[in-house]
Structures are given as C-alpha cells and as structure tokens.
C-alpha cells in the first residue's frame, strides 16, 4: 500500500507536499474496496505538528444487515489528522532531527510510522471504516432472512415452520435420506 517518505517534510518546517492516491481496489482485514481509490492528501509540517489532510473516494463492498447478500456502496472518506513532532537524536550520525512521537493526546495506530515513512494505507482503511454505514440495506423493502432456517426471504416465502417454533434441527432427517449409506 501507500508509503510516504516524509524525511524532507519533517526536516523542513513549513513544507507541504501533495500526493496522489490512486490504488488499485483490494481487500484488507476490515474492509473491502471493489473500485480504485482515488484522492489526495498533502502533509505539511507545521513546527510542532504534522497535519495530514485529504479525501479520497472509492466504493466498499459491505453486507445488507437484514439477508447478508454483499451490497456496493460508494463512499467518499476525508483524512484529517494531527501528530506531535519532537526533535530526536538519531543513533547513526547524532544528528537532532523532528520525528513523528506519541503523546497524551495522540496514540499512534501500530505500524503507522516507521522512522520517517508513513504508512498511508492504514489512514485510507480507517477513514474508509468510519465513512461507512453502520447499517445497509440492499433494498427498502428486504425482507431479511427465516430466524427458523436462514432461508432468504427476499427469494420466496420460508414454510419450514408455519406454527413459528424453532427447529434447528428440522432439516437433519432429509440430509440423511440424501446421503448414501455407509
């Protein structure tokens, strides 16, 4: 994914550059993007800050929460974050340079930084999870699914159980008359 190397910016105070983001769609632990990613951020160092800031839009594939069918819903995802900057000492020339550090008000996600590179891909699949509706339907009127037997409602009306009890087991005696004897 997206890594930045900001080695020039965080030496440079006041310095703003613009990258790109236009990456194929690809599957992360979280979320699924179906469509390219296409945006933008600029990261300016601001003395003591490092702002990124930027939007990108893509489309997710998310589940219906009534059937569980996947359904696509494009999204357009705003990136807007802050991270302390301090002067550290570096081991290989004891050189004092800025470098992105943890503080009380900001807890740096794992693997975000590494030195003076930035992994924006973890920044992209945050925005994009809270840009997402918590809950989508794949259509107004989805009918969800049988609470007896998970059929799909939306494909026909369920009959497994017209007095309404539950029977998780209903369907065992036909599975095994379909089975062969061994």
Not at 31 to 38: G, T
Not at 139 to 156: A, H, I, S
């Amino acid at each position: 994914m997206l890594r930045l190397d900001l080695s020039e910016i965080l030496r440079t105070v006041g310095m703003h550059q613009r990258y790109e983001i236009d990456e194929a769609p690809y599957e992360d632990e979280d979320v699924e993007f179906v469509s390219p990613l296409i945006g933008s951020v600029t990261v300016t160092n601001a003395g003591r800050l490092l702002l990124v800031r930027g939007a990108f839009d893509t489309t997710l594939e998310l589940e219906c929460a009534r059937c569980l069918v996947e359904v696509r819903q494009p999204i357009r995802a705003e990136i807007e974050e802050q991270y302390s900057l301090a002067e550290v000492e570096t081991a290989h020339y004891h050189d004092v340079i800025p470098m992105v550090v943890q503080d009380e008000e900001n807890e740096l996600p794992e693997g975000l930084f590494d030195g003076p590179v930035m992994n924006l891909g973890l920044l992209i699949r945050q925005a994009a999870i809270l840009t997402a509706p918590w809950s989508i339907l794949c259509r107004e009127d989805c009918q969800g699914l049988c609470p007896t037997c998970g059929k799909n409602n939306n494909k026909g009306a369920c009959t497994c159980a017209p007095d309404g009890t539950y029977r998780p087991f209903a369907a065992l005696p036909e599975l095994f008359r379909q089975e062969p004897n061994r």
